[in-house]
């Protein structure tokens, strides 16, 4: 297996656009999450998927991002519009059970000027 | 907020000494993984010690649990260069809304040739 696959890798974007980061989970794997890191806040998990439900959202800072997964082999997570704050690096990573091993993928570093 | 906290912040060993952190935690968890990251790269699954285990091996690595301290440390035998990276601790909680695998801020080792 390849791994959690992420994309693009890095982004660079105007405040104001909209910006989709894009994950692959480890196929097998019922649990996807996403984080993001800053060197303020270190690594927060804004959301997590099981069986492609989102569970638990309130970590997502704001109405402006969203996140899906439409199926078990991808999952989006969507900021719009994206601002400078939104600047960090995104992780996506998966698990085969609640609380078990994360596989994380390589992230996508996002930076909105 | 952060559930685990790892101590020191930052470690600078010679190559081939042994390196320890630490890692507190507030609340009862059911297990606690370490994971480390280098630089520009996902995070990487170390170990991962359950609540009811005080002592676990896994190469060069040894990780202890008290969990009436709430406190864990990991140990790195022999370091080696390769070793530097950023080392997060992580607690894993199923009770009430306590979200999955909360990680710590990290602590930034750097074993010198």
């Known amino acids: 297996d390849a791994g959690v696959i992420q994309s693009p890798r890095h982004e660079v974007t105007e405040m104001g656009q909209e910006v989709t980061l894009r994950c692959k989970p480890i196929s097998g794997h019922d649990y996807l999450f996403w984080y993001r890191q800053t060197m303020m806040r270190g690594l927060e998990l804004l959301i997590y998927f099981n069986n492609n439900v989102p569970i638990d959202d309130s970590g997502m800072p704001e109405d402006r991002f969203s996140a899906k997964m439409p199926n078990a082999s991808f999952s989006t997570l969507k900021i719009q519009p994206s601002e400078p704050r939104d600047s960090a690096v995104y992780f996506c990573?998966?698990?085969w059970g609640l609380g078990e091993k994360l596989f994380f993928g390589s992230g996508t570093q996002l930076s909105v000027l | 907020s952060q559930q685990g906290e790892e101590d020191p912040q930052a470690l600078s060993i010679q190559e081939g000494e042994n390196a320890t952190m630490n890692c507190s935690y507030k609340?009862?968890?059911?297990?606690l993984q370490w994971y480390r990251q280098n630089s520009g790269r996902g995070l990487v699954h170390l170990i991962l010690?359950?609540?009811?285990?005080r002592e676990k091996h896994s190469g060069r690595l040894r990780v202890t649990l008290d969990t009436s301290k709430k406190s864990s440390s990991l140990l790195i035998t022999a370091s080696r260069a390769a070793d530097t990276a950023s080392y997060f601790c992580a607690t894993a909680s199923f009770s009430g809304s306590a979200r999955q695998l909360t990680f710590g801020s990290g602590t930034q080792l750097t074993v010198l040739p």
């Open positions: 010690i359950r609540s009811n285990e």
């Open positions: 609340t009862s968890i059911n297990n």
């Open positions: 990573a998966s698990s």
